[in-house]
């Protein structure tokens, strides 16, 4: 008779494994990885460039050269391109960000290979059509000038341009006077300069016809020679920021400083410190600051990794009047992690929820290409994820509150609040 009364034992599962990655080395650095798997006959080709904002000679470049790829082509105009993907049901998106600009094209394996040359020419022989510019233009205008309005969005600009510096690509936003200075030509020649080195990920079901086209395709794209460009950030030397916004009712807050990069060894447990600070629903702030003090919907902390610099972010909304208490009260639960240990069924209540969630996030093949990706872009051993969950597993709250002490102290913190 089965025993209903009883729970099933809890077993503890910390293991994470990778689809294999095989890797083909084409026309200089530019790379290729397919990862097999799953059982849909789906595939998603994601090429990465080093065409973000890191990149962009003046503000706009890299966001406006991404938004026009896809709308004509020395061949074709962008409606024949819409035209195309939507005859093979495929999706193209092309992703601008800080580091890298992404183009990744899905849908069925058998309708891939069609599509294959247009991919390539929006990549060599976008055309960046001045209308296509105009309407672009004036879209991001409409939609800059509606964000400008928002508190989020301003405490966000706020926070980063204060963590950073005004002329440091993370720090710097678009402003609406930049929009008008773009030109097409100014386009052409970033595409030319830093849409020919990649690195390929082809990630679910590619048929051994279609790696190799694709193998034979992308060799035809020679990477160049990119300029490595330094910035200097310069945090400002003012820690508490206010914008105030008389129609506004409520107060959008952000708290945070620079942190430790992926490849530090005390990152996986900074990773799980922030976990117990704003990183889930029960996190110490949500308990603190929504459900004890009721200050707030929600409140979250995150890790932002770029790749030259990596940042802590505390960020919420509140009503005006609760501002100033609420910023106290999220100091307060960074000093609550410098000077008292966490308790054991705390700690491990928050190892489980971060380690489950790493692992069932695991359950296609493009979930395992987008943790290569991280691997590969960031320069990380092969073994990361699982050294990762092997260090989360063993950290005691002893280690974390010496790490607490090391990297969460309030001096440098900074503050943003715009409401």
């Known amino acids: 008779m089965v025993d209903r009364k009883s729970a ?13 990655a095989e890797t083909h080395q084409l026309s200089g650095a530019n790379t ?6 799953g059982n849909q006959e789906v595939t998603k080709i994601e090429l990465v460039f080093p065409a973000g904002r890191w ?3 003046v503000a706009g470049v890299s966001h406006f050269t991404a938004s026009l790829l896809p709308k004509g082509t020395t061949s074709k105009t962008s409606f024949e391109i819409v035209g195309l993907l939507d005859y093979y049901g495929l999706h193209l998106e092309v992703t601008p960000g800080f580091d890298f600009t992404s183009i990744t ?3 069925l394996t058998n309708h891939i290979a069609p599509a294959l040359d247009t991919l390539l020419e929006l990549i060599l022989v976008p055309t960046f059509p001045e209308n296509e510019l105009r309407q672009s233009k004036t879209i991001f205008t409409q939609g800059l000038t509606i964000n400008l309005e928002k508190t989020n969005f301003l405490a966000s600009r706020i926070f980063r341009e204060n963590l950073f510096g005004s002329s440091h690509p993370y720090g710097k936003d678009i402003e609406l006077e930049d929009i008008n200075t773009v030109t097409q030509q100014q386009l052409a020649d970033f595409n030319k300069n830093y849409f020919r080195n990649f690195v390929a990920f082809v990630s679910g079901k590619p048929s051994e016809q279609l790696k190799a086209l694709l ?7 020679k990477p160049n020679t990119i300029e490595q460009k330094t910035f200097s ?9 206010f914008l105030s916004k008389s129609n506004s009712v409520q107060t959008s807050i952000r708290v945070g400083k620079m942190i430790i990069s992926r490849n530090h060894a005390d990152y996986p447990a900074v990773l799980l410190l922030n976990h117990i600070l704003g990183g889930f629903f029960g996190s110490r702030l949500m308990k603190n600051i929504r459900e004890e003090k009721g200050l707030t919907y929600g409140i979250h902390s995150s890790i932002h990794a770029l790749n030259h610099h990596s940042y802590l972010v505390i960020g919420t909304d509140v009503n005006k009047e609760n501002r100033e208490l609420t910023i106290e009260e999220i100091k307060r639960e960074l000093l609550r992690l410098q000077n008292e240990l966490i308790p054991e069924d705390e700690l491990e209540t928050a190892r489980n929820h971060f380690i489950g969630g790493l692992q069932s996030d695991m359950n296609t093949p493009f979930a395992h290409a987008d943790k290569h990706k991280i691997t590969s872009l960031f320069n990380l051993p092969s073994n990361y994820y699982q050294n990762l969950i092997h260090v989360l597993s063993t950290c005691t709250p002893h280690d974390l509150l010496i790490t607490a002490q090391k990297y969460f102290p309030e001096e440098n913190l900074l503050t943003a609040s715009v409401g």
């Open 215 to 221: 193998i034979d395709k992308l060799a035809t794209i």
């Open 55 to 57: 990149h962009e000679p």
């Open 8 to 20: 099933p034992p809890f077993i503890k599962d910390t293991s994470f494994e990778l689809l294999d």
């Open 32 to 37: 290729i990885h397919f990862i097999t798997g």
């Open 105 to 107: 094209l899905y849908g």
């Open 233 to 241: 950030h310069h945090q400002s030397e003012t820690l508490n920021h």
